[in-house]
């Protein structure tokens, strides 16, 4: 077995068995996906239709449980590190730049994060990884008729996410920058773009048709949701997420393609990139992460070009570097410590900053292992709730939610409880809504005495759920039972919308 499909196993093994056997449960992206994937469509209010495409077929085939929703991004994590490994060795790594390739894509923490749990960023990475490959190809082939394929993963890419669109930009001005852009005038680069937009056409076609709900969500995180941060502190946060220990590996990548002359508009789309996020002052390391890969593979290659009959004290020191980053911040990266090791050891580190606005946004745990608690706890409140009404009223008894991911834990956990129909203003849901029936009785999560009492005649207090290691916003929420409307629930439906 060679060096890189070991690591590719052992990263597949990572990725996959700790969300599977530890206390973890599912994350809240995930049980919202779960809810896309049961009504797929050309579009959704915060992505593109290919991730839910994906999960629905891997529930198809491996059943409703976690590992459809793990096993699919833990093989996105295996690929991307076998991928990576293999473009240092294009590149010209041997074995030492293409173990240092593949320990740097094992030990990212941004990597561990985005491949731990199934949404479409781990697969915009993988995709992001084949399009810079193909761009590569393009310059040591003198191939530019590949300009198709990279159109065509360019399509794939926008059905994925559409923030593959900052990639494109950077390419842009990677092209306009250097000698590369001799490619502008070549019209195989512009049928690649004809081929790009004629496969995201249809998504495009979904967005008109429901008033563009997509650019009114990104608008909205923007403003509300995104944490804005100094521009020094855009670059830690980076230099944090991909790992400290791979910095000398994707600093030297980044020598790499600027020392050639071929490749050195992939260094401008890097510093692009780079530059976007300092001049959006954006808070989310994970936004360029599909850059990382060309880099490390790049660095591979410029390490064993550096070290090439020399420097046994400077390889064990540079390999040392990187297994004791990997060693400090993977439990931080992946669900391998209990929760209140992991807590103590994020609070010891002092090293995962805040990703999102608002008090509730802050606990002891990192938010991405956070919001993985408590979601059983709160099927099993709501179905004890449900307990509470007659027979009567439990059939005719609607759930409103303030999220999608209590949407989706109540449709997908409480599925067999009869916690159904489930109503939220969050993004899609708030498309799948209103109820078509005139409400009666309603279990309601969240809100407040004083809020309802001007929508429902009579208000009970049931429980306040709590649950512990969870985000602090769902946590002690109170569970309501509420009866006769005041109001037309139909009609106050557009006032609920919240699209973040």
Same mark, same amino acid.
């Given at each position: 077995?060679?060096?890189?499909?070991?690591?590719?196993?052992?990263?597949?093994?990572?990725?996959?068995?700790?969300?599977?056997?530890?206390?973890?449960g599912?994350y809240?992206?995930?049980?919202?996906?779960?809810?896309?994937?049961?009504?797929l469509?050309?579009?959704?209010?915060? &992505?593109?239709?290919?991730?839910?495409?994906?999960?629905?077929?891997a529930?198809?085939?491996?059943?409703?449980?976690?590992?459809?929703?793990?096993?699919?991004?833990a093989?996105?994590?295996?690929?991307l590190?076998?991928?990576?490994?293999?473009l240092?060795? =294009?590149?010209?790594?041997?074995?030492?730049g293409?173990?240092?390739?593949?320990?740097?894509?094992?030990?990212?923490?941004?990597?561990?994060?985005?491949?731990?749990?199934?949404?479409? *960023?781990?697969?915009?990475?993988?995709?992001w990884?084949?399009?810079?490959?193909?761009?590569?190809?393009? @310059?040591?082939r003198?191939?530019? /008729?590949?300009?198709?394929l990279?159109?065509?993963?360019a399509g794939?890419a926008?059905?994925?996410?559409h923030?593959?669109?900052?990639?494109?930009?950077?390419?842009?001005?990677?092209?306009?920058?250097?000698?590369?852009?001799?490619h502008?005038k070549?019209r195989?680069?512009?049928?690649?773009?004809?081929?790009?937009?004629?496969?995201?056409?249809? *998504?495009?076609?979904?967005?008109?048709? &429901?008033?563009?709900?997509?650019? @009114?969500?990104? =608008?909205?995180?923007?403003?509300?949701?995104q944490?804005r941060?100094?521009?020094?502190?855009?670059?830690?946060?980076q230099?944090?997420?991909?790992?400290?220990?791979?910095?000398p590996?994707?600093?030297?990548?980044?020598?790499?393609?600027?020392?050639?002359?071929?490749?050195? &508009?992939?260094?401008?789309?890097?510093?692009?990139?780079?530059g976007?996020?300092?001049?959006? $002052?954006?808070?989310?390391?994970?936004?360029?992460?599909?850059?990382?890969?060309l880099?490390?593979?790049?660095?591979?290659a410029?390490?064993?070009?550096?070290?090439?009959?020399?420097?046994?004290?400077? =390889?064990?020191?540079?390999?040392?570097?990187?297994?004791?980053?990997?060693?400090?911040?993977?439990p931080?990266?992946?669900?391998?410590l209990?929760?209140?090791?992991?807590?103590?050891?994020?609070?010891?580190?002092?090293?995962?900053?805040?990703?999102? /606005?608002g008090?509730?946004?802050?606990?002891a745990?990192?938010?991405?292992?956070?919001?993985?608690?408590?979601?059983?706890?709160?099927?099993?409140d709501?179905?004890a709730?449900?307990?509470?009404?007659?027979?009567?009223?439990?059939? =005719?008894?609607?759930?409103?939610?303030?999220?999608y991911?209590h949407?989706?834990?109540?449709?997908?956990l409480?599925?067999?409880?009869?916690?159904?129909?489930?109503?939220?203003? $969050? *993004?899609?849901?708030f498309l799948?809504?209103?109820?078509?029936q005139?409400?009666?009785?309603?279990?309601?999560?969240?809100?407040?005495?004083?809020?309802?009492?001007d929508?429902? @005649?009579?208000?009970?207090?049931?429980?306040?759920h709590?649950?512990?290691?969870?985000?602090?916003?769902r946590?002690?929420m109170?569970?309501w039972?509420?009866? /006769?409307?005041?109001?037309?629930?139909? @009609?106050?439906?557009?006032?609920?919308k &919240?699209?973040?």
């Amino acid at each position: 077995m060679t060096l890189t499909r070991a690591f590719a196993i052992a990263a597949f093994g990572l990725l996959l068995v700790p969300g599977l056997v530890g206390p973890y449960g599912p994350y809240i992206d995930e049980l919202y996906f779960v809810s896309c994937a049961e009504r797929l469509d050309w579009g959704y209010v915060d &992505h593109p239709p290919l991730a839910p495409l994906l999960l629905r077929i891997a529930r198809a085939l491996l059943g409703d449980g976690l590992l459809a929703l793990r096993l699919p991004v833990a093989m996105a994590g295996a690929v991307l590190v076998l991928a990576s490994a293999r473009l240092a060795r =294009r590149l010209g790594a041997g074995a030492l730049g293409q173990g240092l390739t593949c320990a740097a894509t094992v030990s990212a923490p941004v990597f561990q994060v985005g491949f731990g749990y199934f949404s479409m *960023n781990a697969f915009e990475v993988l995709l992001w990884g084949a399009l810079l490959w193909v761009l590569v190809e393009i @310059e040591l082939r003198e191939a530019p /008729r590949l300009w198709l394929l990279f159109g065509g993963l360019a399509g794939l890419a926008l059905l994925n996410k559409h923030t593959v669109v900052l990639l494109a930009l950077a390419l842009g001005v990677g092209l306009l920058a250097t000698a590369a852009r001799r490619h502008l005038k070549d019209r195989r680069l512009w049928l690649g773009v004809g081929l790009a937009a004629l496969l995201v056409a249809p *998504n495009v076609f979904w967005q008109v048709e &429901h008033g563009w709900p997509s650019l @009114e969500f990104y =608008r909205n995180a923007a403003l509300q949701k995104q944490v804005r941060m100094p521009p020094l502190q855009v670059l830690s946060t980076q230099v944090i997420f991909v790992g400290p220990g791979t910095l000398p590996l994707w600093l030297a990548g980044l020598a790499f393609l600027w020392t050639r002359r071929e490749l050195r &508009h992939l260094a401008v789309l890097y510093v692009s990139l780079l530059g976007f996020m300092v001049l959006a $002052h954006e808070g989310r390391p994970d936004r360029i992460a599909g850059a990382y890969p060309l880099l490390f593979a790049a660095g591979g290659a410029w390490w064993e070009r550096t070290l090439a009959g020399r420097g046994g004290c400077l =390889r064990r020191a540079l390999v040392g570097w990187l297994v004791a980053w990997g060693a400090m911040l993977t439990p931080l990266g992946l669900p391998i410590l209990p929760p209140d090791a992991t807590a103590r050891w994020s609070e010891a580190l002092g090293v995962v900053p805040q990703i999102e /606005r608002g008090d509730g946004k802050r606990t002891a745990l990192p938010q991405w292992f956070a919001d993985r608690f408590g979601w059983e706890q709160l099927v099993d409140d709501v179905a004890a709730v449900r307990s509470r009404l007659t027979a009567d009223e439990q059939g =005719r008894a609607v759930y409103f939610v303030p999220s999608y991911g209590h949407a989706g834990a109540l449709e997908w956990l409480g599925r067999d409880r009869g916690l159904e129909p489930v109503y939220t203003g $969050h *993004n899609s849901f708030f498309l799948w809504g209103p109820p078509l029936q005139p409400v009666t009785v309603a279990v309601v999560l969240g809100s407040d005495r004083e809020a309802l009492a001007d929508l429902f @005649e009579e208000v009970t207090l049931a429980t306040v759920h709590d649950c512990d290691f969870c985000m602090p916003w769902r946590d002690r929420m109170p569970i309501w039972i509420v009866r /006769r409307p005041l109001v037309s629930i139909a @009609e106050r439906w557009p006032d609920w919308k &919240h699209f973040e």
